[in-house]
């Protein structure tokens, strides 16, 4: 059966989502209508709804007269990243706690073992994903309509500037993927139980864990050029 114009949208949808987050297509990289219009069957029309759709989400930036280009990371942006991040995570973990349904704490148990396997078996990019999708129901949990906006635009970058975590490069950086799953399943009981103290100090943990490999990709050089423009590595 042919797909509908709304399937269409919605694999275009997810094709950018999956190719921003794990930096297939880099930051501040403009999109190409013609090319995407043809390789999923789409009018300028629909094409350019799904553009505002993920410009809304924080995924894209849209310019007159320029088209749609992958949302940039700069200085400030990532300045910002850091003092935000702490704060945030804490919030919306000790709300997860607070109002997390019995069906979505069993969600974030398949979400968890997604991650275990793309650990063992997956790429780089597989388990940026999968890490990416269990924090996205955490936010799903706290159902904060002011605090999730910036939660899921945390989320864009985390998994962007995140990549180098995921490509463990000697054993401490293996055993701290362990210790991140480790701290999923403590997350995991601390919502189960209801305990938003243990969730937000949780949070801390967890993000203490990656924040330093996160600085070393985003700060080689002290951020002396945009991050767009570093080589890229290879999943």
Same mark, same amino acid.
């Given at each position: 059966?042919?797909? +509908?114009?709304?399937?269409r949208?919605?694999?275009l949808?997810s094709?950018?989502? /999956? *190719?921003?987050l +794990?930096?297939?297509?880099r930051?501040? %990289?403009d999109?190409?209508?013609v090319a995407l219009?043809?390789?999923?069957?789409?009018?300028? /029309?629909?094409?350019?709804?799904?553009?505002?759709?993920? %410009?809304?989400?924080?995924y894209l930036q849209?310019?007159a007269?320029?088209? %749609?280009r992958?949302a940039e990371?700069?200085?400030?942006?990532? !300045?910002?990243?850091? &003092? @935000?991040?702490?704060?945030?995570?804490?919030?919306? &973990?000790?709300? @997860?706690?607070?109002?997390?349904?019995a069906?979505?704490?069993?969600s #974030?148990?398949?979400?968890q073992?997604?991650?275990?396997?793309a650990l063992?078996?997956?790429?780089a *990019?597989?388990? $940026?994903l %999968?890490?990416? !999708?269990?924090?996205?129901?955490t936010?799903?949990m706290? $159902?904060?309509?002011?605090l999730?906006p910036s939660f899921? !635009? &945390?989320l864009?970058?985390?998994?962007?500037i995140?990549? /180098?975590?995921?490509?463990?490069?000697?054993?401490?950086?293996?055993?701290n993927?362990? +210790?991140?799953s480790?701290q999923?399943? $403590?997350?995991?009981d @601390?919502?189960? =139980?209801g305990d938003d103290?243990t $969730? =937000?100090? &949780?949070?801390h943990?967890?993000?203490?864990?990656?924040r330093?490999q996160?600085e070393?990709?985003?700060?080689p050089?002290?951020?002396d050029?945009? #991050?767009?423009t570093f080589?890229?590595? *290879?999943a």
């Amino acid at each position: 059966m042919e797909k +509908t114009v709304r399937d269409r949208k919605q694999a275009l949808q997810s094709h950018l989502k /999956t *190719s921003i987050l +794990t930096m297939e297509l880099r930051p501040g %990289a403009d999109l190409d209508e013609v090319a995407l219009s043809d390789s999923f069957g789409l009018s300028r /029309t629909p094409l350019r709804e799904v553009f505002r759709e993920l %410009a809304g989400e924080g995924y894209l930036q849209l310019h007159a007269g320029r088209g %749609a280009r992958v949302a940039e990371m700069s200085h400030t942006t990532l !300045r910002d990243f850091f &003092l @935000a991040a702490p704060m945030i995570y804490s919030a919306v &973990l000790r709300l @997860a706690a607070l109002n997390a349904t019995a069906e979505q704490i069993t969600s #974030l148990r398949e979400a968890q073992n997604a991650f275990k396997s793309a650990l063992h078996s997956g790429s780089a *990019s597989e388990r $940026a994903l %999968a890490n990416n !999708r269990f924090h996205e129901i955490t936010g799903e949990m706290a $159902a904060n309509i002011y605090l999730l906006p910036s939660f899921y !635009r &945390l989320l864009i970058d985390h998994a962007r500037i995140g990549m /180098t975590f995921y490509r463990p490069q000697n054993n401490k950086m293996a055993g701290n993927l362990s +210790t991140a799953s480790d701290q999923h399943d $403590a997350i995991i009981d @601390a919502i189960a =139980a209801g305990d938003d103290e243990t $969730a =937000a100090k &949780l949070a801390h943990d967890h993000w203490q864990l990656s924040r330093g490999q996160i600085e070393m990709f985003v700060m080689p050089n002290a951020l002396d050029v945009p #991050l767009g423009t570093f080589p890229k590595s *290879s999943a």
